[in-house]
C-alpha cells in the first residue's frame, strides 16, 4: 500500500465526490470531505468509520473563500498536513444560449470555475510551504468537446483544464491531474431546467458509468510515486461515442 494521504474532497455529498472518498479511504487515506448537504455528509462518514477508514465532514460551498480557509485550517490543526485537494464540485444546468439563462452561466462559472480556483488558492501557500502536493482538478469530456446546450458549462471545463496546466507549468515540485469524465451517473442532469436539454441529457446518459471508476482514476494518480505526475486521465464508457 502506498503512503497515507490526507485528501480533502469537494462536492462530496454525492456522485463523483463520494466515490472518490470511498475509493480513497478503502485505500487506507484519511479523506476530508466538504459539500452542502452536510446530512449527507455525515451519513458517508458514518460509513467510511463503520470499515475502519478515517473521514471528517465540513460543510463547505466552494464559491466562498471563507468556507475553503476554515476547512482547510481545522484539517491542518488535527492532521498537519493536507497532501491531496480533488476539486470536484460542479454543476451542469445545460441549455441553448438562446435560452438566455443567464442566472445559471453565472452559477455555473461560481461554481465550476471560481470554485476550482478558491480550491487552490486555500491549499497553494501550505502546499508550496511544505514542498509537496497534489492538486486535482475533475474537468469533463466537454473540456475536449463541445456540443449544443452544453456551451457554458464546456467553456467551463475548459478553465478547469486551462488553469490546471497553467499550475503545472508554474511549479516543479507540486502534482497537478486532471480529471475529465465522459458520462458519468450522478445527480447533476437533475438540475436542468430546459427541457430540451434534460430530454438531450436523458437520451445521452443511456451509457453512464459508474462513478467508482473516477475513484479508481483518482486513486491512481495519487499513489504514483511523488516524481510521476499523471496530468490528465480521460474516462468515459466503452459504448461512448463521443
Excluded at 180 to 186: D, E, F, I, N, Y
Aim: proline fraction near 4%.
Amino acid at each position: 500500500m502506498s503512503e497515507m494521504k490526507i485528501v480533502l474532497i469537494t462536492g462530496a455529498s454525492s456522485g463523483i465526490g463520494e466515490a472518490v472518498a470511498l475509493e480513497l479511504s478503502r485505500a487506507g487515506h484519511v479523506v476530508v470531505v466538504g459539500a452542502r448537504r452536510t446530512d449527507r455528509l455525515q451519513d458517508l462518514v458514518s460509513r467510511i468509520e463503520a470499515s475502519g477508514g478515517i473521514a471528517r465532514a465540513h460543510r463547505l460551498d466552494v464559491t466562498l473563500r471563507d468556507d475553503f480557509s476554515r476547512i482547510v485550517s481545522t484539517t491542518l490543526e488535527e492532521f498537519g498536513r493536507i497532501d491531496v485537494i480533488v476539486n470536484n464540485a460542479g454543476i451542469m444546468p445545460l441549455s441553448p444560449l438562446n435560452a438566455l439563462k443567464v442566472n445559471e452561466w453565472e452559477q455555473m462559472v461560481d461554481v465550476n470555475i471560481k470554485g476550482v480556483l478558491n480550491g487552490i488558492a486555500a491549499v497553494l501557500p501550505h502546499m508550496e510551504a511544505k514542498g509537496a502536493g497534489h492538486i486535482i482538478n475533475v474537468a469533463s469530456i466537454g473540456a475536449h468537446r463541445v456540443s449544443p446546450t452544453a456551451a457554458v458549462y464546456c467553456a467551463t471545463k475548459y478553465a478547469v483544464w486551462a488553469i490546471s496546466d497553467g499550475l503545472r507549468q508554474e511549479t516543479d515540485r507540486l502534482r497537478v491531474t486532471v480529471i475529465s469524465p465522459g458520462v458519468v451517473t450522478s445527480e447533476l442532469a437533475e438540475i436542468i431546467s430546459d427541457e430540451t436539454a434534460r430530454a438531450a441529457m436523458r437520451e445521452f446518459r443511456k451509457n453512464a458509468i459508474d462513478p467508482d471508476a473516477i475513484g479508481r482514476a483518482i486513486r491512481y494518480a495519487i499513489e504514483q510515486p511523488l516524481d510521476v505526475d499523471v496530468s490528465e486521465i480521460v474516462v468515459r464508457p466503452t459504448a461512448s461515442p463521443h
